[in-house]
């Protein structure tokens, strides 16, 4: 193996990456060295890159990138239970393992947690950004084996790139226990979450899903996906609240996935909520920033339920990939657009025109 890689790293915030050559990282004792075949590129990244947002960028330069799939082509010496060649993705969630939420189990709260190749969600978060220098946009990656999701042969490294955003739809369904005969409704159902929430949703067996958006294009293609499951509205084109009871015997729907985007409004928040079926759960995955009105009493009488999540346990991703093997999750729909690492920045543009949440966009370090 060549002892230097290509990484695209970020020098200064809002420049654009620079293909630098970097050491191949060596694992330690309990980590592997992955050779990155695909990472994702999504739109949140031009904003993360610019230091225009709360989250805490690591040292730079920094190599970047968030959603990595790859081979396996080194292993510490003590790892077990995985081997050189093993096709994998890398769930880039970075936990301390010491803080009272780690120690309680709980590492998805955990209070110093990073995403490996992108930002620290607290000042704190950098050492284990420092353990994890690597993001997926460098021909190589170190990991910790318990971040590895196993890909079947089923599932192509360029889909598993989208498996962040997917897990983050996926996290959101299970809290609120979507399974068969599910009704449920997503907002932003044209991007990059509300696609993949809209596919997993059809695989978990939900028989009404009721979306809306304002890109008639995608929502025609989502509509193609199960006509006789699936129901669209144009946002605008009638109140929201109505159409989902329309569309629900006037019940209202059991799950309401909100993946309205930073900068939304929350008023169609706010009125999905008005349609929520007594005993419904509402999950906000989409960083909606804007405050929202509530009438917690009718949150107590009809035991309503609203909560958050944020990203997905790689147990969680192993069950998305399980999915898949057998076409339940027909990752199939998306339409990738590959670049090679060379056109990193053409890619993170491409991203920027948000071409909706059926295109795929990664780059493929190996090329
Ligand atoms: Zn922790």
Redesign the pocket.
Known sequence: MAAAMRAARLHEPGQPLRIDTVEIPQPRSRDVLVQVKACGVIPNMNAIFGGRLWNHLPPLPASVGLDSAGVIVKIGSEVTDLAVGDRVYVNPWL?????A??RAGEPML???AAFQGYFGFFPHSIRQLMDYPFGGFSEYITASPQRLVLLPQQVTFDQAARFGYLGTSFAAMRCAQVGGGSWIAINGITGTLGVGATLLALGLGATRILGFGRNRDVLAQLKALAPDRIEVLVLGDAPIADWMRQHTDQLGVDVFIDCSARGAVAANTAEALAALKRGGIAVNIGALTEPLAIQPIRFMTTRLQFRGSNWFTTGEGQLMAEMARVGVLDLSKLMTRAYPLAQVNDALAEVQTRPGGFVNIVVNPDR
């Open positions: 936990t301390c393992g010491m803080c939420y780690c955990c209070s110093a």
